[in-house]
């Protein structure tokens, strides 16, 4: 494929010329209660071709096999010549280098019979319904996948990925005298065939489920917000990394600016594409990038931003290895991989001693950032009372402006995780790329919640 690739290039007649072909293994198995609603294996190859022409831009062409490479370079720089962008481009540059990282999975997922997937799939769902009598109802998704990717550039850079993922969502509905509640999880994982272990996951999911059937609503009011690890992560994703992106040139600058006080001495965060073993990990980006750590706020402060190299080339800044590729044939966008709340100092019990009336959220049921504000929805949260936890609650809501609601933290402990979710970023055109999120325990004073939908 190397040689194929470099062959095309050579010909190009683009300033810049680039190819992408990715390949993706699949097997999807859904069940519901104890019966295999679908059960499917796919494979999907596509592909691009973009070419820049500096003064006019981009030009890109997608594609879904590898024949034919020549014409499809043709295509594309002529498409750049008509101006499609219709603004000059200016690349960052980046090292050349070649990377073979393809090497042999030892647990491959392609070579394990879909009868053994799908037995193991009907297991996991049988054992949300045997963890209590209350429990209604069980939906399962298993998936997994390989994704191998080749990437060559006019410049000499080449890349060829192989990458496996393993994934378990589950819904657990529970009934108690006309009460119905249901409770959402998962886990992912970048390994095999026998890199998941989803049991305990499943009694958890359950067992949240059957705990919101005497859960009370929450009174609205104002609360010192208490977040788990987990939900910490979720914010801070959707309320700065997911918008950590430079605007190009007459766009709308949004609201990081560089310089701009956001949050408090307490708040640091970044995204980590170079952090070992995660979903969104990798050893560069769908540019040819080296992946590198971005911090974006440092104590309080907007101090960076992630780049890919076009946006990095205009900002006059080194490009930061998050630029992603949403679709099989879709271009590359500034993307958050890995993204995390640096930790602070203390433990949960030191954030909530001094608490005397305050929330503790431990799952997020939505958490969405739209034009500057915040809907942040939580399944399963706790009362603080007296600097100790209390009731379990339902309902928890908060409605709020971005920067208000980081400027409400006021503490930050120190017992920083990753989360292992089955979580994606959405983006628009942009696609749908897996993410990850870090944080330890947060604490949030004199915040409005609002009656939720239980």
């Known amino acids: 494929m190397n040689q194929r690739f470099q062959d095309a290039l050579r010909g190009a007649r683009a300033g810049y010329a680039e190819l992408r072909l990715r390949r993706v293994w699949s097997t999807t198995i859904l069940i519901r209660d104890s019966t295999v609603e679908a059960a499917t294996t796919s494979l999907e190859t596509g592909g691009i071709a973009r070419c820049c022409s500096p003064e006019t831009g981009w030009g890109v062409t997608g594609w879904s096999d590898d024949e034919h490479l020549e014409a499809h370079l043709v295509r594309a720089h002529e498409l750049s010549l008509a101006g499609g962008s219709r603004r000059p481009v200016r690349l960052a540059p980046i090292p050349v280098r070649q990377l073979e990282a ?10 394990v019979p879909l009868h053994l997937k799908r037995r193991r799939a009907e297991s996991l769902a049988g054992a949300i319904l045997a963890v209590d009598r209350r429990v209604a109802e069980a939906r399962l998704l298993y998936r997994d996948e390989v994704v191998e990717t080749w990437l ?35 886990l992912a994982a970048r390994a095999g065939w026998r890199g998941l272990d989803a049991a305990g996951l499943m009694h958890e999911v359950a067992g949240r489920a059957i ?46 600016v560089i310089g701009t006080r956001i949050g408090p001495e307490c708040l640091t965060i970044g995204d980590d594409p170079s952090a070992e073993g995660l979903r969104a990990s990798a050893p560069g980006d769908d540019e040819g990038t080296v992946a590198r750590r971005t911090v974006i706020v440092q104590n309080g402060v907007v101090v960076g931003h992630l780049h890919s190299r076009e946006t990095a080339g205009a900002a006059g800044f080194a490009p930061t290895g998050h630029a992603r590729a949403g679709a099989l044939r879709g271009a590359p966008y500034p993307r958050a991989t890995n993204s995390y709340l640096a930790q602070g100092q203390g433990t949960l019990d030191d954030l909530l001693r001094d608490v005397p009336l305050g929330v503790y959220v431990t799952d997020v049921l939505s958490c969405d950032a739209t034009g500057g504000r915040l809907s942040f929805r939580a399944g399963m949260a706790r009362m603080i009372r007296s600097g100790r936890l209390a009731e379990a609650v339902k309902g928890v809501q908060i409605e709020a402006d971005v920067l208000h609601l980081l400027g409400r ?16 970023c959405r983006d628009g055109n942009a696609g749908r790329v897996p993410i990850t999120t870090g944080a330890p325990h947060v604490r949030l004073v004199d915040l409005a919640i609002a009656e939720g939908i239980s």
């Open 102 to 111: 393809a090497e042999p999975l030892p647990d491959d997922p392609r070579e």
């Open 152 to 186: 060559a550039t006019s410049e000499g850079t080449w890349l060829h990925d192989l990458r496996p993922e393993v994934s378990v969502a589950a819904l657990a509905v529970a009934e108690e005298e006309g009460n119905v509640e249901r409770a959402l999880g998962s």
């Open 211 to 256: 705990a919101r059937l005497r859960a009370t609503p929450l009174r609205p009011g104002r609360y010192t917000l208490v977040l788990d690890p987990a939900a910490a992560g979720a914010l801070v994703h959707r309320a700065v990394a997911h918008i950590a992106r430079p605007r190009l040139p007459g766009a709308d600058p949004g609201v990081l």
């Open 409 to 424: 933290v006021d503490a930050v402990a120190g017992d920083f995780t990753w989360d292992t979710r089955d979580e994606h």
